[in-house]
T-cell receptor, first 111, second 116 residues
Framework: RKEVEQDPGPFNVPEGATVAFNCTYS??????FFWYRQDCRKEPKLLMS???SGNEDGRFTAQLNRASQYISLLIRDSKLSDSATYLC????????????FGAGTRLFVKA | GAVVSQHPSRVICKSGTSVKIECRSL??????MFWYRQFPKQSLMLMATSNEGSKATYEQGVEKDKFLINHASLTLSTLTVTSAHPEDSSFYIC????????????FGPGTRLTVL
């Protein structure tokens, strides 16, 4: 089993749609959780951290379920500019600090 | 804030040469820097983690003698690909974290290496 698993997609949605991505992780000692977005041939950029209580940033809502070891990202009112690959990232301390990236979920938002 | 730069952005070299990539945190002190590699249509793969002033920790399968990492200061880490071969062609990305309870990583723009 991969340490961080995501549905690779692609998700093809029309503008204005609501889309949700899930991510599962295997290490129960994981402490930090993030969603990054990566555009084609560019570096990942932090979209948002994920907190146990859930958090929202504009059209984006992230949630964490520690018991089931999954993280979700909800995008409301999708825009064309939301088209990208969304990476689920999990961090944990093992001696030093280590982060594991999921393979990403591709999203295409179409007019 | 939290800007990370990488240089060069693109490099093309002949097989057998060594290539040095620099990663700098411009507006914060990076106690930890990470080096990743990403092949086309694949996920980011962590190569190594480096802490300022100490030896880098390499992931399994990454040759430390081939990928030399130096984290000489709190704002600079370098990755040297020694005796590069065509299979080393990839997108190399660094990230930096300030630590102190903030685990967020800020990524550099990446370096695209092509070995002929």
């Amino acid at each position: 089993r991969k340490e961080v698993e995501q549905d690779p997609g692609p998700f093809n949605v029309p503008e204005g749609a609501t889309v949700a991505f899930n991510c599962t992780y295997s290490n129960s000692a994981s402490q930090s959780f993030f969603w990054y977005r990566q555009d084609c041939r560019k570096e990942p950029k932090l979209l948002m951290s994920v907190y146990s209580s859930g958090n929202e940033d504009g059209r984006f809502t992230a949630q964490l379920n520690r018991a089931s070891q999954y993280i979700s990202l909800l995008i409301r009112d999708s825009k064309l500019s939301d088209s990208a690959t969304y990476l689920c990232v999990v961090g944990f301390k093992t001696g030093g600090f280590k982060t594991i990236f999921g393979a990403g979920t591709r999203l295409f938002v179409k007019a | 804030g939290a800007v990370v730069s990488q240089h060069p952005s693109r490099v093309i070299c002949k097989s057998g040469t060594s290539v040095k990539i620099e990663c700098r945190s411009l507006d914060f002190q990076a106690t930890t820097m990470f080096w990743y590699r990403q092949f086309p249509k694949q996920s980011l793969m962590l190569m190594a983690t480096s802490n300022e002033g100490s030896k880098a920790t390499y992931e399994q399968g990454v040759e430390k003698d081939k990928f030399l990492i130096n984290h000489a200061s709190l704002t600079l880490s370098t990755l040297t690909v020694t005796s590069a071969h065509p299979e080393d062609s990839s997108f190399y990305i660094c990230s930096a974290s300030s630590g102190g309870g903030d685990d967020t990583q800020y990524f550099g723009p990446g370096t695209r290496l092509t070995v002929l």
